[in-house]
C-alpha cells in the first residue's frame, strides 16, 4: 500500500503534539516494539518543547531541532512522488516501515511550520496551553477554542468582574 502525505501547513504536528501521547489512539494498528514506542515517545516531548519554545519566542533547544532532523532523515529516504486523483503529490514509498511510517507526516508537517510564515502566528492557548495557529484577522486570539478556553476565561473574568 503506498499513501500520500495530506497534511496542511503545520496542522499535523500540532494535532500530535496537542494529543496526550497514547499509542493505540495516535498509532491505532500500526504495528510497535517497545523501542520504537519509546522513540516516539522522545519525538512526541521533544516537538513539543521546540514548538512551545517557539511559540513563546524562546527559539527550540538544538537537542529538539536534531530530534526533528532524525526523523526527517529516515523519512527523506522513503519519500517520493506518486500519483494521485488529480496528478501527482508527494507520499511516502515505503509501508514497511512500521511506526516510524506515521511519524514521517508530523515531522514534515514540523518543519513546514518551522520554515515557514505562519510561525509568527504560532500560540499557546493561554488557558489550556495547547498549542494553535492564530488565523484571525488582527492575530489577537488568545484562546486555543473559544467555545472551550475562552469561554471558560471570559465566565471567570465576569465573576471577578472584570
Not at 499513501?3 to 491505532?28: M, R, W, Y
Request: net charge positive; charged share 25%.
Amino acid at each position: 500500500m503506498v499513501s500520500t502525505h495530506q497534511s496542511v501547513g503545520g496542522t499535523a504536528c500540532l494535532d500530535f503534539i496537542n494529543t496526550k501521547f497514547d499509542p493505540e489512539s495516535l498509532f491505532g494498528e500500526v504495528p510497535a516494539s517497545p523501542k520504537s514506542l519509546g522513540a516516539a515517545r522522545r519525538f512526541h516531548r521533544a516537538l513539543q518543547r521546540l514548538l512551545t519554545a517557539e511559540a513563546k519566542g524562546a527559539g527550540g533547544s538544538d537537542r529538539d531541532l536534531a530530534t526533528l532532523n532524525r526523523v526527517l532523515s529516515q523519512a527523506g529516504k522513503s519519500r517520493g512522488i506518486l500519483p494521485t486523483v488529480r496528478g501527482y503529490g508527494w507520499g511516502f514509498l515505503d509501508d514497511s516501515a512500521g511506526l516510524a511510517r506515521v511519524l514521517w507526516p508530523v515531522a514534515f508537517s514540523a518543519a513546514r511550520l518551522l520554515e515557514g510564515t505562519d510561525l509568527e502566528h504560532l500560540k499557546a492557548c493561554g488557558g489550556c496551553g495547547r498549542l494553535f495557529l492564530d488565523a484571525s484577522r488582527n492575530h489577537s486570539r488568545r484562546w486555543c477554542d473559544m467555545d472551550g478556553c475562552g469561554n471558560r476565561e471570559k465566565q471567570r473574568r465576569w465573576r471577578e468582574g472584570k
